[in-house]
């Protein structure tokens, strides 16, 4: 199994900017998708972007590119075996929500959006914009 656990959320004014990790521990693969989905009240999961953890590669939701990055990072942690990274720049009002990280393995196709690809969630982690 793998476990993520997010971080890093809270409420911000538009045009501000927030980072959110999520520490992802357990067995995994060798090549897996990490993504980052969100949820806004009374609407359905989307996904926001994700990363394929060999090549890096990375697909994004049309509605945040240019402003929202996210990146990856070897574990230097004892137990965590990766790290992701969703860096939010110039927030609107329409991205609150609840962040949600997921990671699913690909298999030999590519990493998607699609929410059937993965398989562990975390909890969680709000992000407030007003």
């Known amino acids: 199994d793998v476990q993520l656990v997010e971080s890093g959320g809270g409420s911000v004014q538009a045009g501000g900017s927030v980072r959110l990790s999520c520490e992802a521990s357990g067995y995994m693969f060798s090549s897996w998708c990490m993504a980052w989905f969100r949820q806004a009240p009374g609407k359905e999961r989307e996904g926001v972007a994700t990363?394929?953890?060999?090549?890096?590669?990375?697909?994004?939701?049309?509605?945040v590119k240019e402003r929202f990055a996210i990146s990856r990072d070897n574990a230097k942690k004892p137990v965590v075996l990766q790290t992701v990274f969703l860096q939010m720049d110039d927030l609107k009002p329409e991205d609150t929500g609840m962040y949600y990280c997921a990671a699913g393995n690909p298999g030999w196709g590519a990493c998607t959006l699609g929410p059937e690809l993965y398989t562990y969630w975390g909890q969680g982690t709000q992000v407030t914009v007003s």
């Open positions: 990363i394929d953890t060999i090549s890096s590669s990375t697909v994004y939701n049309d509605s």
